[in-house]
């Protein structure tokens, strides 16, 4: 079997990742490629790159492009990953959201994890979660709803399991916390208590596709996926993330991450070693961002848009026009 891939496969395997789900491979990463597909090529009884690649065109054996999606989509995660974002949402979002609940001011706090991976990120949402209720009675386990998204298909089973044992229940998982919310397994793992699971419901999502169906957020982080996106590609998730952030709703990058250049519509908020971004110009406190992320100065606001001219066409952007109708609905409906 073949153990090397030519340039020209090498291109035409991340054309096809492109395509398929926005990905952008570098030049130098053909032995990703080589590492990751040799396994699936082996079980599949593929001789070398190009019957993987006609494999792939064909989806013969059934199921390789899934394979190869789930095998070329990166899975690096851990517990409370940078802690900031875990901190700010203990100590300035929740406590907030919790005197909207009590004053009957908000029902729900609705959270997506957009690229969950094996689960880490939104269990620990929820652990935190679980963990400040004790200072917020409001804070009831019915009100918050966790919505987390991947694009792999073995990552997803394995966060829906909850089932984790050596390093991936080391990695930031402090002895406390697992003491409280995870259980014994089998064979030395720990399995996430009922609690904390039932908070979280687990989907298989691809951010090319539209955003309409997913509702309106309070919280959306996409955290170290859009390093692996190129800038356009980036500038439309992030646009779609903003019509699904309901009024002043927040969003999370990785922490080594930052909006690309242009990307309209978002107020940068720093609270202590926490960066987040706030959807600008709407009010808050209605159900959207806490007031203590209000209290941040906003940003001028984005110039007027550029004037039709004669021979230009008007465009009719829907996911704006969904997003004003939900608006509306929420403002009249109460």
Same mark, same amino acid.
């Not at 073949?2 to 926005?22: C, G, K, M």
């Not at 203990?90 to 959201?97: I, N």
């Not at 229940?169 to 409280?180: D, K, M, T, Y």
């Given at each position: 079997? /073949?153990?090397?891939?030519?340039?020209? %496969?090498?291109?035409?395997?991340?054309? +096809?990742?492109?395509? %398929?789900?926005?990905i952008s491979l570098t030049d130098d990463k053909a032995y990703l490629v080589e590492t990751r597909l040799s396994e699936i090529m082996k079980v599949n009884g593929l001789a070398d790159y190009g019957a993987l690649l006609r494999a792939l065109q064909a989806d013969l054996p059934r199921g390789v492009r899934d394979a190869v999606i789930d095998a070329m989509t990166t899975n690096e995660t851990l517990w409370f990953r940078d802690s900031a974002? +875990?901190?700010? +949402?203990?100590?300035?979002?929740?406590?907030?959201? /919790? $005197? %909207?609940?009590?004053? $009957?001011r908000r029902q729900k706090i609705r959270i997506w994890s957009a690229a969950c991976s094996t689960g880490q990120e939104p269990y620990s949402l929820a652990m935190v979660y679980h963990e400040t209720a004790r200072r917020f009675p409001a804070l009831k386990p019915e009100n918050l709803d966790i919505l987390a998204t991947d694009l792999s298909d073995s990552a997803l089973a394995a966060a829906k399991a909850g089932v984790y044992g050596g390093m991936a229940?080391?990695?930031? !998982?402090?002895?406390?916390? !697992?003491?409280?919310w995870f259980t014994p397994a089998a064979d030395g793992r720990h399995e996430v208590r009922r609690e904390i699971r039932d908070r979280?419901?687990?989907r298989k999502f691809n951010l090319r596709d539209s955003f309409i169906m997913m509702g309106t957020f309070d919280l959306i982080l996409t955290r170290y996926v859009l390093i692996y996106f190129q800038d356009d590609f980036k500038r439309e998730v992030l646009r779609k993330a903003h019509g699904a952030l309901d009024k002043g709703g927040v969003l999370f990058l990785g922490a080594s991450e930052?909006?690309?250049d242009g990307t309209p519509g978002f107020a940068l908020v720093r609270r202590g070693r926490a960066t987040w971004y706030q959807k600008a110009g709407e009010p808050a406190g209605s159900g959207g961002a806490p007031p203590a992320v209000a209290a941040t100065p906003t940003p001028a606001p984005a110039g007027p848009a550029a004037p039709l001219t004669p021979d230009a066409a008007p465009t009719v952007d829907l996911e704006a026009v969904t997003q004003r109708l939900r608006d509306l609905n929420a403002r009249y409906g109460r």
């Open positions: 079997m /073949a153990t090397t891939i030519s340039t020209r %496969e090498f291109d035409r395997i991340r054309d +096809f990742l492109q395509r %398929e789900t926005s974002p +875990f901190d700010a +949402f203990r100590d300035h979002l929740l406590p907030a959201w /919790a $005197g %909207e609940i009590a004053a $009957g229940i080391q990695r930031g !998982l402090s002895a406390e916390l !697992l003491e409280r979280v419901v687990y930052s909006l690309p």
